[in-house]
């Protein structure tokens, strides 16, 4: 069974600073992950996916994500953060073939000026 | 131009009561799916059909029943609601090859 792990409940930033958000899974068979995104009272968007190919992944909204086979690690990452980015992050893994996502505990991610 | 829509977007209702909530999407997949988060915002799934036929059942109490009329709709009856199901219910779509899954705008269900 897979199972995903996020260390952090909540990272309080500054506008204008770098951010990580850890996401860590474990499987023992190949698998695709996620990143979602919860804006207040909203539903989840996808932010950015790995099926395979370049490890590395970005959006449209300057955040990027690095799958690390080695390390079972799906890190988010945003090299400067916006007030707008303040939303709720769900990392998720789903095994190759099978449709079923599991998500981790989710991030909050708080920006202040 | 809404993608995955529901109904209703809230609903409150008192402990025994059987409900109802409706989801649409209008993207052509072929497979949909109820996921509930708690209040702990935990989402976990709970159904899962591709063309009209379940596919995921998870350990759901059977009070809960899905039902797919056809691929665009997916709806979810509750029986005998009891207050801890209280939560936000959300649909999700997606085609049943491309993995990701894009999301309806939720139903939080309070039972009182």
């Known amino acids: 069974a897979q199972s995903v792990t996020q260390l952090d409940s909540q990272v309080p930033v500054f506008e204008e600073a770098p951010v990580e958000l850890r996401c860590n899974y474990s499987s023992s068979v190949s698998v695709y992950l996620f990143w979602y995104v919860q804006y207040p009272n909203q539903g989840l968007q996808l932010l950015l996916k790995?099926?395979?190919?370049?490890?590395l992944v970005e959006s449209i909204n300057g955040f990027e994500a690095e799958f690390n086979k080695s390390q079972t690690s799906f890190h988010l990452r945003k090299p400067s953060v916006h007030i707008s980015d303040t939303a709720e992050y769900f990392c998720a893994v789903s095994r190759t073939g099978f449709q079923k996502l599991v998500f981790g505990t989710g991030t909050r991610l708080l920006v202040s000026p | 131009d809404t993608a995955v829509s529901q109904t209703p977007k809230y609903l409150v209702t008192q402990m025994g009561n059987d409900k109802s909530i409706k989801c649409e999407q209008n993207l052509g997949h072929d497979t949909m799916y109820w996921y509930k988060q708690d209040s702990k915002k935990f989402l976990k799934i709970m159904f899962s059909?591709?063309?009209?036929?379940?596919?995921i059942n998870e350990t759901v109490p059977n009070r809960f029943s899905p039902k797919s009329p056809d691929k665009a709709h997916l709806n979810l009856h509750i029986n005998s609601l009891e207050l801890g199901d209280s939560a936000v219910y959300f649909c999700a779509s997606s085609l049943r090859e491309a993995h990701e899954q894009y999301f309806g705008p939720g139903t939080r269900l309070t039972v009182t």
């Open positions: 790995y099926l395979s190919g370049s490890t």
């Open positions: 059909y591709n063309n009209k036929e379940l596919i």
